[in-house]
């Protein structure tokens, strides 16, 4: 099957039962999108665009009010299907303190195949193999509230890749984290999706992270409104900004001299591509 | 005259327990007054403790703080007013509000300081028009508001008290591109009319480098350096090795020299590497 993640006009809306009479705000407006197995893709939008909601319908955690969801197969609107789906599509959240639950690095990473059922033989075999493929397995007697937040992250990510899992949304996995442990959560998630096969869906307000995805995704006001390969979307600039958003500091440098005149390509999103390409022009 | 001076600043977590840890360790400090400080450092750098102690929340294990030339703790019935001084708005403010309307959370830190209801109400009008609040939005309750909004009452809260030192521990962490450009340039606003001391700490080495006159930088308890940006960012190597990082376009200049171009200057901003740039091509 080609298509692991998709949606299919999908709406969906927030009740606000507090409020006499209820209020209720639409978030997502129609949404139709198809993420293919082993794809990178990096979500974006500006705070309340519906990134985050989008995201949590793909394990289950919202149910659409209208449209279809379907993951990993699995149309996310049957109740029997919660189970399967969230086993295949692991979440990791913004706030490393918030998603740890156990009291040593290793305990916490078996904590859902216990909850599974898993034989405990496995789940020691899965433990170590998850932990050594993020990287901390020498941590792994460690109290987790005395690691790093970057290393927090990778016990957080350890601990959904032992329920071998397919697809993994990572919601603003690094917003809180130091430029190292950025550097560290980012490389993890490329080494997933190349060596595993995983299927990334990173949302994330730092550009620089977006532009190592296969393919962008820009939500706005509940609607995707680019979906394209990042040297594509970084190429509108104004577009970027009017959305919220930014660009790369190489693609905004870029864009400024080409508006000087200077005989630059558009496409410029990485360091490297910056630096071959202005020293062609300076040397 | 320095705004803030420290000797010999220490504080240990834990004294006589296996945990012991030392989180800061002998900083020497001196910020003169009207300075935009950046603070940068990895996680568990001691940033946060060492701005703790500024307005004397923690109390040093060891060592002196002075704040506008007073020590700290000398006179215990002098801190209230020393702390009126030094404004701090923690990360995350926005879990701080709990007032019922915009207009009485930001009352709130002025009322405590004793002034009339005219001036408290003047400090309101101003700090909401510079971080952007509407007049408007004053009757509304501070959860109903947006996100971005919100975290901009909380920090008006702190700016209306109008404290000689303002300290933002992250203020712009969890915002878009545009909520993070929006609020870092009112903070610069606020500074540039107040000609005030503030303290802006960040993850964000563009943020910093963008904003920051000067750059503090910790590192394992201990103060690294206190030094401009260019003579901060000069050190990219030594900084990726305590887990920080410098931006992206002084790491593009920085492989361009080592190319071999003349790059001549160090470059931390965009706007300058654009300048840069055309000098560059136009000598050519």
């Not at chain 1, 290393?151 to 957080?156: I, T």
């Not at chain 2, 209801?117 to 004053?138: Q, S």
Request: proline share 4%.
């Amino acid at each position: 099957m080609n298509s692991f993640l998709k949606a299919e006009n999908l709406k969906f809306s927030y009740i606000n039962n507090i409020e006499e009479p209820p209020v209720r705000t639409e978030v997502l407006k129609g949404v139709s999108l198809d993420i293919k197995k082993g794809e990178f893709v990096a979500l974006l939008g500006h705070n309340g665009s519906g990134k985050s909601t989008l995201a949590k319908c793909f394990n289950a955690i919202n149910i659409a009010d209208e449209g279809k969801v379907y993951s990993c197969g699995f149309d996310a609107s049957l109740e029997e299907n919660l189970l399967p789906i969230r086993q295949r599509v692991g979440m990791v959240f913004q706030n490393p303190d918030n998603q740890i639950v156990a009291t040593i690095v290793e305990e916490d990473v078996a904590f859902a195949l216990e909850n599974m059922g898993v034989e405990p033989s496995e789940i020691r075999r899965r433990v170590d193999e998850a932990l050594k493929t993020v990287g901390m397995y020498e941590y792994k007697d460690h109290a987790p509230h005395k690691l790093s937040g970057g290393q927090k992250q990778r016990v957080a990510i350890a601990g959904i890749l032992a329920m071998k899992p397919q697809v993994v949304l990572l919601d603003e996995p690094t917003a809180m984290l130091d430029p190292s442990g950025r550097a560290e959560v980012l490389k993890t998630i490329k080494m997933l999706k190349e060596e595993m096969g995983v299927t990334i869906v990173l949302i994330t307000h730092y550009m620089e992270e977006a532009a190592q995805a296969d393919r962008i995704v820009v939500i706005d006001s509940g609607n995707v409104v680019m979906d394209d390969v990042p040297k594509k979307v970084f190429a509108q600039v104004e577009r970027m900004k009017e959305l919220g958003l930014d660009v790369p500091q190489v693609t905004e440098l870029v864009h400024h001299l080409r508006q000087q005149g200077v005989d630059l390509p558009c496409d410029i999103i990485t360091e490297d591509e910056c630096v071959k390409a202005l020293y062609e022009l300076l040397k | 005259m320095a705004i803030i001076k420290t000797e010999n600043l220490t504080y240990v977590y834990g004294e006589g327990t296996p945990f012991r840890k030392v989180a800061v360790d002998s900083v020497n400090l001196e910020i003169e007054e009207g300075e935009f400080v950046g603070v940068i450092g990895h996680t568990g750098s001691g940033k946060s403790t060492l701005i703790q102690h500024l307005n004397g929340l923690l109390k040093p294990t060891d060592g002196k703080v002075f704040i506008d030339g007073e020590q700290l703790w000398e006179d215990k019935k002098r801190l209230r007013d020393i702390r009126f001084k030094v404004g701090l708005v923690f990360q995350y403010p926005e879990y701080q509000l709990f007032e019922e309307t915009v207009y009485k959370d930001i009352a709130f830190g002025p009322k405590n300081m004793g002034l009339s209801e005219d001036e408290i109400d003047r400090r309101i009008r101003e700090t909401a028009r510079m971080v952007g609040i509407r007049e408007e939005l004053f009757d509304k309750s501070p959860f109903e508001l947006s996100g971005g909004q919100k975290r901009r009452v909380a920090i008006a809260g702190v700016m209306a008290m109008e404290p000689k030192v303002l300290i933002l521990d992250e203020p712009a962490s969890g915002l878009d591109p545009k909520g993070r450009d929006k609020i870092l340039g009112q903070i610069r606003e606020y500074h540039k009319e107040k000609k005030n001391t503030v303290l802006l700490v960040s993850h964000s080495m563009e943020d910093v480098a963008k904003h920051a006159g000067r750059i503090l930088v910790m590192n394992k308890s201990k103060l690294y350096m206190y030094d401009t940006p260019v003579n901060v960012f000069a050190k990219a190597d030594e900084l990726s090795n305590m887990g920080l990082s410098v931006p992206q376009i002084t790491r593009v200049f920085k492989r361009l020299s080592a190319m071999g171009v003349n790059v001549g200057e160090e470059v931390y901003t965009v706007y300058f590497a654009k300048d840069l740039t055309m000098k560059l091509l136009s000598n050519k």
